[in-house]
């Protein structure tokens, strides 16, 4: 299965401030996609990113909070802008690719 | 390194039957959290159940229930009296505080 680096593993930000994710996986797959948890909770899907086209969003999410980049096969980012406290969470990517899902090790965001 | 293996890519179980999903982990941490979720086809990530590392007694969540052994480094999800809405693919994880590892999945059909 593809091999994802996500960076940064955990960060510390101020309230007001953006924070770009990275997710490098080491095959072209297709499908990206842009997971949120909060303490407790279940993953939740925040965007599908395809190469050459606008990110999908979820109910609840928006392109201006969450802005996603999806430059070419290999790669994508995820922004957390203007964030607030509530927006500390772990953050993961993941790909679909042609023998199943593989998952990022995650960014563990705080922010203060 | 840090690796979690379902060592079943699909099952698959009558409709009021039990079913028993696999996963096995490695990790060196002492302290850690293990994970089932769920995905639908909406690729949404609902967690199913989750047990603390330096628990000994198995978690429960309804007709979900784990069998943890620490040792063995063992976390099977087993799903009792099941029903048409389990079917989806069923993902295990390890958290260790930092970062999560997931395994490859197993698509769940029930039958019925």
């Known amino acids: 299965s593809a091999v994802i680096s996500q960076k940064p593993s955990r960060d510390i930000c101020q309230r007001g401030t953006s924070l770009t994710i990275q997710c490098q996986v080491d095959s072209q797959v297709t499908m990206m996609f842009w997971y949120r948890q909060q303490p407790g909770q279940s993953l939740t899907l925040i965007a599908t990113a395809n190469q050459g086209s606008e990110a999908t969003y979820e109910s609840g999410f928006v392109i201006d909070k969450f802005p996603i980049s999806r430059p070419n096969l290999t790669f994508s980012t995820l922004t957390v802008s203007n964030m607030s406290p509530e927006d500390s969470s772990i953050y993961l990517c993941s790909v679909e690719g042609w023998n199943g899902y593989t998952f990022g090790s995650g960014t563990r965001l705080t922010v203060v | 390194a840090q690796t979690v293996t379902q060592s079943q890519p699909e099952m698959s179980v009558q409709e009021a039957e039990t079913v028993t999903l696999s996963c096995t982990y490695d990790t060196s941490e002492s302290n850690y959290y293990l994970f089932w979720y769920k995905q639908p086809p909406s690729r949404q990530m609902i967690l199913v159940i989750r047990?603390?590392?330096?628990?000994?007694q198995n978690a429960t969540e309804n007709r979900f229930s784990v069998n943890f052994q620490k040792a063995a480094k063992s976390f099977s999800l087993k799903i009792s009296d099941s029903q048409l809405g389990d079917t989806a693919m069923y993902f295990c994880?390890?958290?260790?505080?930092?970062?999560?590892?997931f395994g490859t999945g197993t698509s769940l059909t029930v039958i019925p």
């Open positions: 047990q603390e590392a330096y628990k000994q």
């Open positions: 994880a390890f958290f260790t505080g930092n970062q999560f590892y």
